[in-house]
């Protein structure tokens, strides 16, 4: 079964840094897209970034990227840069048996001014 | 174009009350799916729609949740009656493509739900 791995419950960054949030899945699948969502505390869902599995190339939105490593199964999100707005949780998806997404337990954001 | 919108954004009721929740997707997905995420725990997938066939409704908890979507177009999830554990935020999220693996699902506000 697929299932979806995200080990920082927490973290926490000043403004203008760099903080990288870590992802792992599991999927038996050879061709998918891996997602980033973040919700602020105006609740939206709102998606940062995809990647596509069959892509060498990390995708890449402005301050955001991420670093996907096939092998591993690992896909992390880098936010550069960090801003006040960037402050939400945010949670690692991969597709499911079927069409749902499957969700990280999510990272809660803080950043620090 | 306008993006997926829930209806309310938070619902307060009593246990043993109905509560029906409503999804407009945005313009012309075909696929909308309902998610839930329980305090502190992980987003779970509910069921999804493609036009207005349930293609795939495993992840509803109960018989006491009902979810119907009119004429393929917006959606409604009714809880009836409501139980403590009904309690989180209901998430809606809509699809083009429906492409399992690569399908890009755009998400709703959310309702929170509250049961007293």
């Known amino acids: 079964a697929q299932t979806v791995t995200q080990s920082q419950p927490e973290m926490s960054v000043q403004e203008a840094e760099t903080v990288t949030l870590s992802c792992t899945y599991d999927?038996?699948?050879?061709?998918?897209?891996l997602f980033w969502y973040k919700q602020p505390p105006s609740r939206q869902m709102i998606l940062v970034i995809r990647q596509e599995a069959y892509k060498q190339q990390n995708a890449t939105e402005n301050r955001f990227s991420v670093n996907f490593q096939k092998a591993a199964k690992s896909f992390s999100l880098k936010i550069s840069d960090s801003q006040l707005g960037d402050a939400a949780m945010y949670f690692c998806?991969?597709?499911?048996?079927?069409?749902?997404?499957?969700f990280g337990t999510g990272t809660l954001l803080a950043v620090q001014p | 174009e306008a993006g997926v919108t829930q209806f309310p954004s938070h619902s307060v009721i009593e246990k043993g009350q109905t509560v029906t929740l409503r999804c407009d997707p945005i313009?012309?997905?075909?696929?909308l799916y309902w998610y839930r995420r329980v305090m502190g725990k992980e987003i779970k997938f509910l069921l999804h729609f493609v036009k207005e066939s349930k293609q795939d409704e495993s992840g509803m908890p109960n018989n006491r949740f009902l979810a119907e979507r009119t004429g393929g177009t917006y959606s409604t999830l009714k809880v009836q009656p409501a139980e403590l554990e009904d309690s989180g935020v209901y998430f809606c999220a809509s699809s083009q493509d429906g492409i399992r693996t690569r399908d890009t699902q755009y998400f709703g506000p959310g309702t929170r739900l509250t049961v007293l």
């Open positions: 313009s012309g997905h075909d696929n």
């Open positions: 998806a991969c597709p499911g048996a079927t069409n749902k997404l499957i």
């Open positions: 999927t038996s699948e050879s061709d998918y897209y």
